[in-house]
């Protein structure tokens, strides 16, 4: 069991150089490990959906007999990089520049280099950090407008609708020119000590990228037959014979002997492990390939769920098992495009209980799993129904590592520790999701208001109301709007979202700054 009085003097150093004060009674680091799926729905988990749950879950099951089920957890956005931002921050994405969607192909990095995130606050405490993975939270690239067509396929002379996979001699030598070279502003700029994954599996460039460099130069489009079709999304430069399949075995791989390896060290480590699975591309590899007899999306749940398996297994055979604190959540809800219609027709249901999919507004969009396994502090098999945020990882790991975050960090993140430990008392009475278009959703308590008269994302179905306002306790499926009947709570629901915007934060502290103007939709 690794003791903190190892570190004492360098690490009081470094946390006063770095604004954050250490509890004088916290004696124990754990490992952290938080998993990170992608697009995988509340309902594609057997433990969360036994009923309509028709995916087999065995290692994610187990993980939840071994810890702590929360059934009202949230990501920030109902879409993947402000998910991710506010997860590594503890802060909204709204606060940032990202208002809507996602960071596009070859944006700039969305976490500036002064966000504290969870990985520079357990690296000021010596921790070992390490994210391998999907980052999809943007990067210095060094691709200005002027190169940008060099990355596009050509047209060919037998058609405007023809074109070329062949690249050029003068594509070659634009992509040469940048990825030969180092690549700044990704996680290693952030308090990541490694970095192993490829930033978004969908999109170029089709290769894997070892902390701030590509692993071989692209020289070659992905092969056409490799687009559309729920696989690739996006022509652009490839390594030679870049394999799909290979993608998500891989970066398992690589988190394995990561808890191996670091596990033989003094310091604790911190692994973030965003998975680029069971998103698209749906590359599914042989031994999964119709195993679910439902689609192909069910079977890249069971193999996402094995690889997973695998990654718990390095963790137990490592020695830590007993001193490791595992997360387990997903970035957002079930995307509807990979036949989500079909699987309900065959008696799974993505997200459950709950209305919409990836994308919406709607608890389906937003509402995920979140697992928390910590030997000695979390009783195994249990749950929690009380409202969380991925947000909150920031001030939970705080709490764990006995530190007190600056009031410029966290702004939105409340610590469930007491949660943790059993306690079935409110952390948080507030909490803000965001669909794909940016429109928000306010909860408080058991009322949720959402200020549109649709999902805000790509599932149809309007109210005929400007706004919406449900009770969850009493009508999970958001099927019925309680705005009229109810106006004075929907006007103090916005009232509150308003507050929470100009004070900069949700979290008792200093007023802060937003980073932009937040988007209003009052």
């Known amino acids: 069991m690794r003791r903190r009085n190892i570190y004492t003097l360098a690490i009081g150093a470094l946390a006063v150089a770095c604004n954050t004060e250490k509890a004088p009674d916290a004696v124990q680091d754990p490992n952290i490990v938080i998993i990170l799926a992608d697009d995988l729905g509340y309902g594609d988990l057997q433990h969360y959906n036994t009923e309509r749950g028709k995916i087999p879950t065995p290692n994610l099951d187990r993980l939840a007999a071994q810890g702590m089920s929360f059934t009202d957890a949230h990501s920030s956005s109902a879409v993947c990089s402000p998910s991710r931002y506010s997860l590594l921050t503890g802060r909204y994405h709204w606060r940032s520049r990202l208002q809507k969607g996602i960071v596009g192909l070859f944006d700039d990095p969305l976490i500036t280099p ?15 950090t390490a994210c391998i993975g999907k980052w999809h939270l943007g990067w210095d690239w060094p691709i200005d407008d002027a190169m940008r067509p060099l990355w596009k396929v050509n047209k060919t002379v037998e058609g405007e609708d023809d074109e070329s996979f062949v690249a050029t001699d003068e594509q070659k030598e634009a992509w040469q020119s940048v990825y030969a070279n180092s690549i700044d502003g990704g996680p290693t700029a952030v308090g990541f000590d490694h970095y192993f994954g490829t930033d978004v599996p969908n999109w170029p460039p089709y290769c894997f990228i070892e902390d701030d460099r590509t692993i071989g130069i692209p020289s070659e489009f992905l092969p056409k037959e490799l687009l559309g079709n729920n696989m690739a999304s996006m022509a652009g430069p490839a390594v030679s014979d870049w394999k799909l399949e290979n993608i998500l075995p891989e970066l398992c791989s690589r988190a394995a002997k990561y808890i191996t390896k670091s596990a033989q060290k003094d310091e604790p480590f911190l692994l973030y492990l965003p998975l680029t699975s069971p998103h698209t591309p749906l590359a599914v590899n042989e031994a999964w390939d119709g195993k679910s007899k439902l689609n192909r999306y069910a079977d ?84 929690s129904d009380q409202l969380v945020q991925q947000v909150d ?112 934060r949700s979290t008792p502290g200093e007023v802060q700054d937003n980073d932009v103007e937040v988007v209003r939709y009052l």
């Open 114 to 128: 002064d966000r504290l995130t969870v990985a520079g606050l357990v690296k000021q405490q010596g921790y070992q």
């Open 300 to 383: 890249f749940v069971m193999e996402t769920d094995a690889q997973i398996g695998r990654v718990l297994d390095a963790i137990e055979k490592s020695g830590e098992s007993d001193n490791t604190l595992i997360i387990f959540t997903s970035d957002n809800g079930c995307a509807p495009y990979i036949g989500a219609k079909e699987l309900e027709a065959k008696g799974h249901f993505p997200s459950g209980p709950w209305r919409g999919y990836k994308s919406d507004v709607w608890e389906g969009g937003h509402r995920v799993p979140f697992i928390v396994k910590w030997p000695g502090v979390v009783k195994a098999g249990s749950t």
């Open 393 to 504: 990882i920031m001030a939970t790991l705080a709490d764990v590592i006995g530190v007190k975050l600056p009031d410029n960090a966290g702004e939105d993140s409340f610590s469930l520790m007491s949660l943790l430990k059993g306690n079935d008392r409110p952390v948080r009475d507030n909490a803000v999701n965001s669909s794909i278009r940016g429109v928000p959703s306010v909860r408080q308590g058991e009322w949720k208001l959402i200020l549109d008269s649709g999902s805000g994302g790509w599932t149809k179905g309007e109210s005929d109301q400007e706004i919406q306002l449900y009770n969850l306790t009493t009508d999970p499926g958001e099927t019925t709007n309680l705005v009229l009947e109810y106006p004075e709570k929907a006007e103090e629901m916005k009232k509150l979202l308003e507050e929470l915007i100009v004070r900069g």
